[in-house]
């Protein structure tokens, strides 16, 4: 039966394990790794007989415990879901047991929790984004957080708060359509990159509508501008050819067509 014959610190300077040689029944020497408190709770000593069982529930668990201790270094950065916890000692190159002993123990010291993780990740992101509560929910099922959790997050955003996010967000956006789209297509956008960013259908009409004027006003503004953009392009058509292939580029663009009409009509006359 194998004896432990030394035990010492460990040569790499690895803090909390001892190696501990071992003489096996054929006379040869080998290696243990033992972190110092599975040392202290097995009660290993100079001339202890070890059970090859023994032996190599030693060495499993040295490797469980270098896992946990990564896993406690990348917490040190940042609060983490189980998930992106095993992402992360799968990619250090752990074994499924090493990862599993690692993951159950920081649960164990509440140092790994998914709900506090979606909590606290929802609470940054409300605070420090104009993202919506959809696109907060997505992000974190991509965390691995399950749907459960992640939909209990949307407590935290009550609607006003959401409106006044999406108010913000939407102030940003209205470049994307200023002198560039019609009525009907800045709309189409706008509401499109709203509900992208997470926000409900409810909440994207609510702030769209708010800013009917701005949209009313960019319509006149981006029908000059395209208008002048088609009469440029088609330049070298004349008459109701040229009349027809701007009127048909207009319209495709979403501008209605009285707008269009008395556009034309201001410009071209009976052109």
């Known amino acids: 039966m194998p004896v432990i014959a030394r035990i010492r610190t460990n040569n790499q ?3 909390g394990f001892y190696q501990i040689d071992v003489t096996e029944e054929g006379g040869e020497i080998s290696t243990v790794d033992v972190h110092e408190d599975v040392l202290v709770h097995e009660g290993l000593h100079k001339g202890m007989m070890l059970s090859r069982e023994k032996l190599e529930q030693l060495r499993r668990e040295a490797q469980g415990i270098r896992a946990y201790h990564a896993g406690l270094r990348y917490l040190s ?4 879901s189980v998930h992106e916890m095993r ?3 799968n990619r250090k190159h752990f074994s499924d047991q090493q990862i599993t002993f690692a993951i159950e123990h920081l649960k164990e010291e509440k140092l790994l929790d998914d709900r506090q993780y ?10 420090t984004s104009t993202k919506g509560p959809q696109m907060i929910y997505r992000e974190l099922l991509q ?6 959790l992640a939909a209990e997050t949307e407590d935290l955003f009550p ?3 959401q409106l006044e996010h999406a108010r913000k967000y939407l102030h940003k956006q209205k470049a994307s359509v200023k002198n560039k789209k019609s009525y009907i297509e800045s709309r189409q956008v706008l509401s499109r990159l709203l509900m992208q960013r997470g926000y409900s259908r409810k909440i994207t009409e609510q702030v769209v509508n708010e800013i009917n004027d701005f949209l009313i006003e960019n319509e006149r503004n981006a029908l000059q501008h395209q208008a002048e953009k088609a009469m440029q392009k088609f330049r070298k058509f004349s008459g109701k050819e040229f009349n027809l292939k701007v009127r048909t580029f207009l319209y495709k663009k979403g501008f209605p067509v009285d707008a269009i009409t008395s556009y034309l009509r201001e410009q071209t006359g009976d052109r």
Do not use: C, H, P, V
Request: glycine share 4%.
């Open 87 to 89: 992402d992360y000692l």
């Open 77 to 80: 950065y940042r609060i983490r």
């Open 159 to 161: 609607a006003k708060e």
């Open 13 to 15: 300077e690895e803090q």
């Open 118 to 127: 979606a909590l606290s990740f929802a609470k940054t992101r409300i605070r």
């Open 143 to 148: 965390a691995g957080i399950n749907q459960e």
